[in-house]
């Protein structure tokens, strides 16, 4: 499956749009990361339990809305956008969405 946050694959015109897909996840990160967090933001540096947090959060989303694809018989989704987003109680927890345009190539 090709994945691609452009309108077109080079070389592979569209033959079919076969519609929207989407995929969603929502991730909690614990009160121990907020902690090592909230450490790092006071001595500086990078977050990396928040970064894998972000990165798993993001391959779910991604893996979601490629699976929906393929049920649909597509070779390739474009267009993809990402968004990420607090929700919850004092924003604790992360909502990321992926969406793009199932196609046939």
Same mark, same amino acid.
């Given at each position: 499956?090709? @994945?691609?946050?452009? !309108? !077109? ?8 749009? @076969? ?14 990361? /907020? ?18 947090? @972000?990165?798993?959060?993001? #391959? ?6 490629? /699976? !929906? ?5 597509? /070779?390739?989704?474009?267009?993809? /956008?990402? #968004? ?5 109680? !004092?924003?604790?927890? @992360? ?11």
């Amino acid at each position: 499956m090709i @994945l691609s946050t452009t !309108n !077109n694959i080079d070389g592979k015109p569209v033959q079919d749009y @076969l519609g929207l897909v989407t995929g969603e996840t929502i991730i909690g990160a614990n009160i121990f990361k /907020d902690i090592f967090a909230g450490i790092r933001d006071i001595v500086g540096g990078r977050s990396g339990s928040y970064e894998r947090v @972000l990165r798993e959060a993001k #391959d779910t989303a991604l893996k979601e809305m490629t /699976d !929906n694809a393929m049920r649909m018989g597509a /070779d390739a989704v474009i267009g993809i /956008d990402l #968004d990420y987003e607090t929700v919850g109680a !004092n924003g604790g927890m @992360l909502m990321v969405t992926a969406s793009g345009t199932a196609v046939k190539l």
